[in-house]
């Protein structure tokens, strides 16, 4: 036999003393769900009993939370526009107030734009691919060029 077969007084356990813990089990499962089912029907029971007053007090509660949660939204919706923050990064900014949000705009803008760019344009550097990008002059005269071929 091996120890875990064992119990405290050195012996095998029995096939009775596993159906205890088995029935021990279900019995407590069973306490579980029936208390599970009685605090739903408590709380039916409060819902049900609470006053005119406190239902409007809830829902004034609730309203007043929507309310928060929509002039915050607006704040960082017109911070993000002055800022010139793209309407996509706007639910990115953090903050209470409009200062807050305002600095957090920057530091969001400050990540965003390119070393010594501006801050209102990001432009990526175009460049057509049949040009080298180590020759003296950057610009191709398409006019020029056809004038030439045209001469020959």
């Known amino acids: 036999m091996s120890e875990e ?4 007084t050195g012996t095998a356990p029995t096939d009775q003393a596993d159906k205890d813990w088995k029935a021990e089990t279900e019995k407590w499962k069973g306490l579980a ?5 009685n605090s739903k ?3 039916a ?11 409007l007090a809830d829902a004034k509660a609730a309203a007043e939370k929507d309310a928060t949660d929509a002039r915050t939204e607006l ?3 017109q911070v993000a526009y002055s800022k010139n923050l793209p309407a996509e990064l706007a639910g990115r900014l953090t903050g209470s107030t409009k200062e807050e949000l305002e600095k957090d705009a920057d530091a969001l803008l400050k990540l965003l734009r ?19 990008a180590a020759t003296g002059s950057n610009t191709f005269d398409a006019d020029a060029w056809i004038r030439s071929k045209a001469n020959k």
Not at 5 to 8: A, L, P, Q, Y
Not at 33 to 37: D, G
Not at 45 to 55: L, P
Request: proline share 9%; aromatic share 0%; hydrophobic share 30%.
């Open 114 to 132: 390119p070393a010594g760019g501006d801050p209102a344009r990001v432009v990526a550097d175009l460049r057509p691919g049949a040009l080298p």
């Open 33 to 37: 769900r029936q208390h599970e089912a």
């Open 75 to 77: 704040l960082r919706t």
């Open 41 to 43: 029907k408590l709380l």
């Open 45 to 55: 029971i409060e819902e049900s009993q609470k006053t005119e007053q406190q239902k």
């Open 5 to 8: 077969e064992e119990n405290d």
